[in-house]
């Protein structure tokens, strides 16, 4: 958790607004992969990234590798939405072994 | 579409008993990982393997061992279960030689030692 912290912890947003969860590194980080946990447990994969933006329906997400840090933003945020979302720095000249922030749980309100 | 899978889903043992939880992937990947995930410290790498017969420790080995067989399996192994390896148990895969690293997870194995 130390290596790959992500801010804020938890948050609550209102159906249709928009938010930024952020992933700061403290490790050369070569790649930056986003994850949601739904509610049931499972890990579903929302973004993998180099250096740069991809963008996938209402969720963009950005790696700077140069400032060490990755943000992932949600546009007009649904129920579904809600969940924990993970994001993981795959190191540089590693095992291409991944090391995960504590999470952002996020709980969208109707 | 990946298709990573893990059994049992749910298991329940004593202390001092062995454990083996299965993992089984199709992506026809070469490497494999365990993790475990517990309140507090996201998730962590047990063991990883780069392709059949191949095992290496990872962050927290202590307590545990991984087997490759096949490409596609790859076991992880509580020789003597303690209660601090309750824990929800995910396996991935990842690496299909294309320079590519993404990693997908199986649906986890909730593990409870008593």
């Known amino acids: 958790g130390d290596q790959v912290k992500q801010s804020p912890s938890a948050l609550s947003l209102q159906e249709g607004t928009n938010s930024a969860l952020r992933c700061n590194f403290s490790?050369?980080?070569?790649?930056v992969q986003w994850f949601l946990q739904n509610p049931r447990g499972s890990l579903m994969n929302l973004f993998y990234?180099?250096?740069g933006t991809k963008e996938n329906g209402r969720l963009k997400s950005t790696f700077n590798s140069k400032e060490s840090y990755s943000t992932l933003h949600i546009r007009d945020a649904q129920l579904e939405d809600s969940g924990t979302y993970f994001c993981?720095?795959?190191?540089?000249?590693?095992?291409?072994?991944?090391?995960f922030g504590l999470g952002t749980t996020l709980q969208v309100q109707p | 579409e990946a298709a990573v899978t893990q059994s049992p889903r749910n298991k329940v043992a004593v202390t001092g008993g062995k454990v083996t939880l299965s993992c089984n992937q199709t992506?026809?990947?070469?490497?494999m990982y365990w993790y475990r995930q517990d309140t507090g410290h996201g998730l962590r790498l047990i063991h990883y393997?780069?392709?059949?017969?191949?095992?290496e420790k990872g962050d927290i080995p202590d307590g545990y061992k991984a087997s490759r067989p096949s490409q596609e399996n790859f076991s992880l192994i509580l020789e003597l279960a303690t209660p601090s390896q309750t824990s929800v148990y995910f396996c991935?895969?990842?690496?299909?030689?294309?320079?590519?690293?993404?990693?997908?997870f199986g649906p986890g194995t909730r593990l409870t030692v008593l």
């Open positions: 991935a895969s990842g690496d299909a030689g294309t320079g590519l690293y993404e990693q997908y």
């Open positions: 490790i050369a980080t070569t790649t």
């Open positions: 990234l180099v250096p």
């Open positions: 993981a720095a795959d190191l540089t000249g590693n095992t291409r072994k991944l090391i």
């Open positions: 992506n026809n990947h070469n490497n």
């Open positions: 393997s780069y392709g059949a017969g191949s095992t």
